[in-house]
């Protein structure tokens, strides 16, 4: 049985290390404050989607007979997995930049979702895109978000990522030199590439 005489000490004890003590709780609040705010934003899936290197090579892929052909106009399908949260977070802004620079180009935007999969792009998206059932070829995607472009001839030029890297932008962006050469009436081939980013498997 502990006597009234243990009370100075644990006064005494309290007083020396108040300081560790409220240093102690600030640390815990502030790592607390932290994790919630990483997984607000998200950032803890970053981890679920890291960097890896995807070969792309989908010149094989056709469009619907409906949207086929030498139609005067260029035509970008953005192929998405709704399960990609992150990638879809970077590329989705660099896309809604894409249709708003090109918004007085003939290009028309398609979006194609995974199958098998549920899930609507973001609202700032929806209604920029006309969504596809799918178009031939698609199941040997390797990995999303990726896009495919075809001339104003109905000529595949490009299929494969955005950007190289986990941030995709102009800076990074296959898209745009593309696009540009398109709308200058130049001829561009698709080509195969082997690309390092924020991707999530398609197959």
């Keep these: 049985m502990s006597s009234g005489g243990d009370f100075p000490k644990k006064e005494k004890f309290l007083q020396r290390n ?89 290009i028309d935007f398609y979006s194609v979702r995974k199958p098998g999969t549920t899930g609507e792009l973001p609202d700032f998206l929806r209604d920029k895109l006309t969504p596809l059932e799918g178009i031939h070829g698609m199941h040997e995607i390797p990995a999303s978000p990726s896009v495919a472009i075809w001339d104003s001839k109905g000529h595949l030029a490009y299929a494969g990522p955005y950007s190289l890297g986990m941030v995709c932008t102009s800076a990074n962006s296959f898209v745009e030199p593309i696009i540009d050469k398109l709308v200058a009436g130049e001829e561009v081939k698709p080509f195969g590439m082997l690309a390092v980013g924020c991707y999530c498997p398609w197959k």
């Design 18 to 106: 108040l300081g560790r003590i409220f240093i102690s709780f600030g640390l815990l609040a502030i790592f607390s404050t932290g994790v919630a705010l990483w997984n607000y934003f998200g950032f803890s899936e970053v981890g679920s989607f890291s960097e890896q290197a995807i070969v792309f090579d989908d010149s094989h892929l056709q469009l619907p007979s409906n949207l086929a052909g030498p139609t005067g106009r260029i035509r970008m399908v953005h192929f998405w997995d709704p399960a990609c949260k992150v990638c879809n977070r970077e590329t989705g802004a660099h896309l809604s930049y894409l249709i708003s620079m090109y918004r007085r180009a003939n």
